[in-house]
């Protein structure tokens, strides 16, 4: 009996151990961004990796007033740290990122586009995954934008956006080589004439 007693100790500290894990993880995401993506004042997304880990992206606001887009993997085995993979944001308040796209670059990192409320321009940069290195943000649009989306089908990634001033209209542009050069492809009409 004492060996079942034994059991049950344990079985209870471990489960207190995994509470203690899963909570924690949330406060600190939440520590890390004082609460702003994930109390609904500004858009974030979540995707899942190759490796099954949820990984995130948001606006942060850092100490010195710059508020700039960051991404994080939940790793319950280390702490939740994110990393900043845009620099030189906006000081004023507010969501300086409106419209946020996050894919999977296979194994390699992240495509990851938005919209700039400063410009209202789409943008697009890539993730290395493992070393949190960012290419230098490329302009897509030209024009105001009001939506945007990231999609990949085989060898291929699609950059879905329309114009604030045609709203029926969904232009596509897309990569033949992981982001790195960008074609336009068609429109699609939304529209239901």
């Not at 702003?36 to 992206?57: H, I, M, R, W």
């Not at 990122?97 to 938005?114: C, D, E, M, T, Y």
Request: net charge negative.
């Amino acid at each position: 009996m004492a060996n079942y007693t034994n059991k049950q100790k344990l079985l209870s500290i471990l489960v207190s151990y995994v509470l203690i894990l899963f909570f924690s993880t949330f406060e600190s995401i939440a520590e890390a961004d004082t609460g702003e993506p994930f109390n609904g004042s500004c858009p974030y997304k979540t995707a899942v990796n190759v490796d099954g880990q949820q990984v995130y992206l948001w606006q942060h606001v850092f100490e010195d007033g710059t508020a700039d887009l960051v991404m994080a993997i939940d790793e319950p085995s280390r702490s939740f740290q994110f990393k900043r993979i845009t620099f030189g944001g906006d000081r004023s308040t507010g969501c300086h990122f409106p419209i946020l796209s996050l894919i999977p670059g296979g194994r390699w990192g992240w495509h990851v586009a938005w919209v700039s409320s400063e410009h209202g321009n789409a943008f697009y940069i890539r993730v290395d995954g493992d070393a949190w290195v960012s290419s230098p943000p490329r302009k897509i649009t030209s024009i105001q934008t009001d939506f945007v989306e990231l999609t990949d089908k085989v060898d291929r990634i699609f950059l879905k956006y329309r114009s604030s001033s045609s709203p029926d209209e969904t232009k596509i542009k897309q990569s033949l080589d992981e982001g790195k050069t960008w074609e336009d492809v068609s429109s699609e009409s939304t529209s239901t004439q």
